[in-house]
């Protein structure tokens, strides 16, 4: 602290204020002690403590008058690293003595000097009587040191708020209409920025930066899920879709645990019913001991049978065996570990197995779950397994080449064809029928019963023996068909006969065709027949008459496949047909085949055709879209006379005397698809 005379009086001075003093800006502003003398400096004294100065936080002696206060900082909206108010260049002002820029590009100038300092003078583009803020508000040449690349945010600002109003259909900009710009905003050229108007609100919502910053552990949310009955969470998630169940599954692990309950993937796999997913629970097998004697135990105990609760089985590893195995009926790549590996993609290929037994060409086959069963030119009848390929039985009744045969599927595991009597506790009783050359029909009775083969595999033993045989037709039977109440033959004597199942008397005969009737099938009490004459007729069992005649083809029929209300025919012009039975219309013409089209198998469910040919090919058809979604050839050496299909295989036959197996589920249970 230094003491200062003054006419009598000591005064104290701060030895702080002896030096130069810099803003935060960086603007020089001078000391009291570096004033001029003035005349209140008589004034000093004691008695004028009453008017100091506040500065930097201290009382000083200095007179108010001879005081020079530091503004205020600006404290702008956005980031100041790159942007100084006091820094601004000379060149973009946009009233300087210079070509005008853009005034999307310019910014204001600003200044702390007094307003007297204001530039006055002529320009081009406004009077000098009208001031702005741009005209009022100057910088000094000398502190102009470097320009700003952020000060020009308010024109631009203006200008994307003025494009985005929905009142402004079309974009403008402002270095174009410059005087629009001023004349829409005051007239004059002058604004008062602290007076403006509010926002109309068109231009939506200005939010500063910190307002985008969230803090996450700061969310809070209501798991409803999380907080309600597993049993109406559980509810809740039946309705949804696989994606929707796959994302559920990676929300947390409450959401994981609901999403893998068993519940929900059964109501995914019962969705998929439409589509053919469909189970036999009466496939399921003991472990142990037989399904039969199990049933048999059973039965002794007054219990009905053995199927389990639908939720006893592991829904989540049957809906992706299944969904698995429709996959691999694709023509879609398969890809292993490495996604990216492309190298190592490529459609899935079944198995093939072939089985050997018969002497001469095989006409005809029938599959269940367990068992094959086929005709041959060698007059005789075999039953295969189909879990092993081996022969499991053989029989004979016809004098001439067996052509044509139908069984009941999976008799063995219904529960009312079980035989008690006579000592054959544990055993089966199905049916089949089987058409041959010697223009007869054998009925006969299948027997059988589970036994445990060698390997420890369990098979079927099956004894067959005939219970009746129907004669009628002059020529040989070239196809059969079976429902719960009727048995329907055609051949080639251009017949179709009906027959009653329980008596195996002829109930009514169908006249009409040219040639021989080469294929029949039968929904509910109509039948369609196809012949060698190129034409199929629909009739109307219960009164006989004809219902619709068609012109299918430009040669002869070889055989049709009749579910649902289509009728699919194939031909010896090499195409496949498929009509609606109740409009008589042709739907779809597939063409692929380099011959006769000998057989047909198809599905309505999942919408799966399967056809064979005369040119050694099986290619497998999508009905909706007609097109080939699968082809196989080299697998038979000659013409294909049969084919049959289930989700899970294709079993074939031809006049090489071979059958061939194309098993769709390796690796995967699929012993309860249907």
């Known amino acids: 602290m230094s003491i200062v005379e003054d006419e009598g009086n000591v005064l104290e001075v701060s030895p702080r204020f002896d030096r130069l003093l810099s803003s935060v800006l960086g603007s020089p502003f001078v000391t009291t002690t570096d004033l001029p003398p003035s005349e209140h400096a008589h004034m000093r004294g004691y008695n004028t403590l009453v008017d100091l100065e506040q500065v930097d936080g201290a009382l000083i002696a200095v007179d108010r ?14 980031a100041t690293d790159t942007f100084s108010l006091i820094n601004w260049p000379e060149s973009a002002d946009i009233y300087a003595w210079q070509p005008r820029p853009s005034i999307s590009d310019a910014a204001p100038a600003c200044s702390f000097l007094p307003s ?18 741009f005209n009022s508000l100057r910088v ?112 947390s692990r409450t959401w994981r645990r609901l999403a893998s309950d068993n519940a929900v993937w059964q109501s ?47 829904w989540r590893r049957l809906y992706r065996s299944r969904a698995e195995l429709d996959r691999r009926w694709s023509t879609v790549p398969h890809v292993g570990q490495n996604v990216e590996d492309k190298e190592n993609m490529k459609v899935w290929e079944p198995r093939v197995r072939r089985m050997l037994g018969h002497t001469d060409s095989v006409y005809c086959l029938e599959f269940d779950s367990s068992r094959i069963i ?122 179709v006969f009906v027959w009653n199942r329980s008596n195996l008397t002829l109930h009514r005969a169908f006249r009409g065709h040219e040639g021989p009737v080469n294929a029949v099938g039968i929904q509910g009490n109509r039948l369609a027949s196809a012949s060698g004459d190129g034409k199929m007729i629909l009739w109307d069992m219960t009164t006989g008459d004809r219902i619709r005649t068609f012109d299918a083809h430009d040669r002869g029929l070889a055989c049709i496949e009749f579910k649902d209300d289509l009728i699919v025919s194939g031909s010896n012009d090499c195409k496949i047909k498929v009509w609606s039975a109740s409009t008589g219309e042709c739907l779809r013409t597939l063409t692929g085949h380099e011959m006769l089209v000998r ?66 589920t390796e690796g995967l249970d699929t012993s309860l698809f249907v």
């Open 140 to 251: 000094s040449q000398s502190s102009c040191s470097k320009g700003s690349r952020n000060f020009n945010l308010l024109p631009r600002l203006w200008e994307v708020l003025r494009e985005s109003s929905p009142a402004k259909k079309s974009k403008r900009r402002l270095d174009i209409a410059a005087g629009e710009f001023w004349a829409e905003l005051g007239g004059s050229g002058y604004i008062d920025w602290a007076n403006l108007p509010p926002l109309d609100g068109e231009e939506g919502e200005l939010i500063d930066d910190e307002a985008c910053i969230i803090d996450v552990r700061a969310v809070t949310g209501l798991d409803i899920v999380s907080n309600i009955p597993d049993e109406l969470a559980l509810h809740l998630m039946s309705f949804l879709d696989l994606p929707d169940i796959m994302a559920c599954l990676r929300v």
């Open 65 to 78: 008058t001879e005081t020079v206060t530091r503004p205020p900082s600006p404290t702008p909206s956005f």
């Open 599 to 664: 057989t047909l198998s198809y599905d309505p469910l999942s919408g799966r055709l399967v056809s064979g040919s005369y040119d050694r090919s099986i290619k497998v058809w999508d009905v909706a879209t007609g097109k080939v979604v699968r082809e196989f050839r080299g697998l038979h050496y000659s013409h294909i006379f049969d084919i049959k299909f289930d989700c899970c295989r294709i079993v074939s036959v031809s006049h090489d005397q071979q059958i061939v197996v194309l098993d769709f």
């Open 268 to 314: 995914l796999f019962a969705r998929k019913r439409d589509a053919g997913w469909l189970l036999d629970l009466r496939r399921i097998r003991a472990p142990t001991q037989s399904a039969s004697r199990i049933r048999s135990s059973l039965h002794a105990r007054g219990r009905s049978g053995i199927l389990p609760a639908p939720l006893e089985f592991d």
């Open 374 to 495: 086929t005709g041959s030119r060698d007059r005789t009848i075999k039953v295969w397994s189909l879990k092993t390929g081996r022969c499991l039985a053989a029989f004979s009744g016809h004098r001439g080449s067996v052509l044509c045969l139908k069984f009941e599927h999976d008799f063995d595991l219904d529960d009312a064809n079980m035989v008690s009597e006579g000592g054959a506790a544990g055993w089966s009783k199905g049916m089949m029928v089987s058409g041959s050359s010697d223009c007869s029909v054998c009925v006969w009775n299948l027997y059988s019963y589970p036994v445990e083969g060698e390997d420890g595999d369990r098979d079927c033993t099956t004894v067959a023996e005939v219970r009746g045989i129907l004669r009628g037709h002059t020529g040989g039977v070239l196809d059969l068909r079976i429902d719960g109440q009727w048995i329907i033959s055609c051949g080639k004597d251009a017949a």
């Open 116 to 133: 007297g300092s204001r530039r006055s003078g002529p320009h081009p583009f406004y009077p000098s009587s009208a001031p702005t803020p």
